[in-house]
């Protein structure tokens, strides 16, 4: 974070200092809402809590070497208190923001967010110095702690924003304006919270709203409901995808024999050839996004294709290929899953898997309303169209919907089981595993079959990641 004084920080946030001997002392160091994350220098939010009330941990904080706390009451040790600590945060990230004069990017959608957001880190960052979201820390308390990590240094701000309903995104975009916005997709995420697609498009579309007429709407060709955004912004429009029309598009897509896309991008400055580390054509649209917004930003074709082919997974679980020293390949993509999310994973492990036998642990979609049966079902089948040697869905009243789509496609049988939980999809792999196999896992967050994945590879002891 830039050096601000605690009186400064009052200021900002229209708190009152509390114990604090000397005002003119500086934060330097980063704001965290974990005491256990603390360095000098820092700010620490107090945060309170479903189990654990921040302020709990302040003189810990400061022993630790926080130079203050941001609390909602005075705690014995130096405050600023406020009345709100989230409102507080989100006050100081937007004066920083602004003070600093980064061009920022701020990118939204139902599926590809956090890959997206980290390829278009990898390629912006060989550029300029770079500041983006760790992990998908988008909502309203991530957002603003990712902008104040960022410096005097700092030229390119990438915030992934997130939302549940109709306001969040402009709440966000309220806190750290952006100049280029960039809208993936419409798709099936959080569903059962919005209400139907058009609700999502009306609550992703508030990010193209929020851009000054010199900024950039950077949207997605392929999406009608995302092409149709055009109309909601004064901003400059850059249409990506592979549709014709596009001003970045990809032509000849393929898939290498490992299941990695290559293209031909064409931008307005030129055209390169691509070939991906990550694995999976979804891939594809996300690496045209951040394509679109490397060209807005004045990286020559070349550039951003020699970036996109040497960019990787920055953030965990998310279609992590892993290979044992017995040939067994698990693909953890545990981290989250929705019905595009799903079938783009299935379709790469289909790709991956040409010529050996392929394993979908499958889990429940959450969030998905009175439409979950019907894209569970979808799921379930898909694999059979695909292929897939064994479906594996592991869980409740979801997971039986995915075993019974796939059975119902394919009158699979034994080629499709319905386990009850992560230890007994465990179990089932272990005593029917073969070197060669690939394993997809996924599933929601809330489910948990990242373990799946780590126990199959804590099983054959140490492995050669990819």
């Known amino acids: 974070m830039i050096a601000l004084s605690l009186a400064e920080i009052a200021s900002v946030v229209g708190g009152q200092t509390h114990d604090i001997p000397d005002p003119s002392a500086q934060v330097h160091g980063p704001v965290v809402i974990d005491s256990r994350q603390v360095k000098d220098g820092s700010l620490f939010a107090a945060f309170v809590g479903e189990r654990v009330d921040g302020h709990d941990y302040a003189d810990q904080a400061v022993r630790a070497g926080a130079v203050a706390v941001l609390a909602q009451r005075p705690v014995g040790v130096p405050a600023i208190v406020v009345e709100d600590v989230q409102t507080a945060l989100g006050a100081l990230a937007r004066h920083v923001v602004r003070r600093l004069g980064a061009t920022l990017v701020a990118l939204t959608g139902s599926a590809g967010k956090t890959s997206t957001k980290d390829l278009i880190a990898q390629v912006l960052r060989r550029k300029a110095p770079t500041v983006f979201t760790p992990g998908s820390l988008n909502n309203e308390i991530g957002l603003p702690l990712t902008a104040l990590t960022a410096t005097e240094e700092t030229k390119f701000l990438v915030l992934e924003m997130g939302a549940r309903g109709i306001g969040h995104i402009s709440y966000l975009t309220d806190l750290t304006p952006p100049k280029i916005g960039l809208v993936l997709n419409v798709g099936s995420a959080h569903i059962g919270e919005f209400g139907g697609r058009e609700q999502i498009a009306q609550a992703k579309g508030e990010l193209v709203e929020a851009l000054p007429a010199e900024g950039a709407a950077i949207l997605n060709a392929d999406d009608p409901l995302v092409r149709a955004m055009a109309s909601r912004t004064k901003a400059k429009v850059i249409l990506f995808g592979e549709s014709g029309e596009a001003d970045v598009r990809a032509e000849n897509v393929r898939l290498t024999d490992s299941g990695q896309p290559a293209f031909m991008l064409?931008?307005?400055?030129?055209?390169?050839?691509?070939?991906?580390?990550?694995?999976?054509?979804?891939?594809?649209?996300?690496?045209?996004?951040?394509?679109?917004?490397?060209?807005?930003?004045?990286?020559?074709?070349?550039?951003?294709?020699?970036?996109?082919?040497?960019?990787?997974?920055?953030?965990?679980?998310?279609?992590?290929?892993?290979?044992?020293?017995?040939?067994?390949?698990?693909?953890?993509?545990?981290?989250?899953?929705?019905?595009?999310?799903?079938?783009?994973?299935?379709?790469?492990?289909?790709?991956?898997?040409?010529?050996?036998?392929?394993?979908?642990?499958?889990?429940?979609?959450?969030?998905?309303?009175?439409?979950?049966?019907?894209?569970?079902?979808?799921?379930?089948?898909?694999?059979?169209?695909?292929?897939?040697?064994?479906?594996?869905?592991?869980?409740?009243?979801?997971?039986?919907?995915?075993?019974?789509?796939?059975?119902?496609?394919?009158s699979w049988g034994e080629e499709s089981v319905h386990v009850s939980d992560a230890q007994a999809a465990v179990d089932l792999l272990r005593s029917e595993l073969r070197p060669g196999d690939v394993v997809l896992v996924k599933a929601s967050r809330s489910v948990g079959l990242e373990s799946v994945a780590q126990a199959l590879l804590d099983a054959e002891g140490e492995v050669a990641a990819r």
């Open 266 to 410: 064409h931008t307005p400055s030129g055209a390169s050839e691509v070939t991906m580390r990550l694995y999976g054509e979804h891939h594809v649209s996300n690496a045209l996004a951040a394509a679109a917004v490397a060209h807005e930003l004045g990286m020559s074709a070349t550039e951003i294709a020699t970036a996109l082919s040497e960019a990787g997974s920055l953030s965990r679980w998310r279609m992590e290929v892993t290979e044992r020293p017995d040939g067994v390949t698990i693909v953890n993509d545990a981290y989250n899953a929705n019905p595009e999310s799903m079938r783009a994973a299935l379709r790469a492990l289909a790709a991956m898997g040409k010529g050996r036998r392929t394993w979908a642990v499958l889990g429940k979609m959450a969030e998905l309303g009175d439409e979950a049966l019907a894209e569970h079902d979808a799921v379930g089948r898909l694999a059979v169209r695909l292929n897939v040697g064994k479906l594996v869905a592991v869980g409740g009243r979801e997971a039986s919907w995915l075993q019974l789509g796939a059975y119902n496609e394919g």
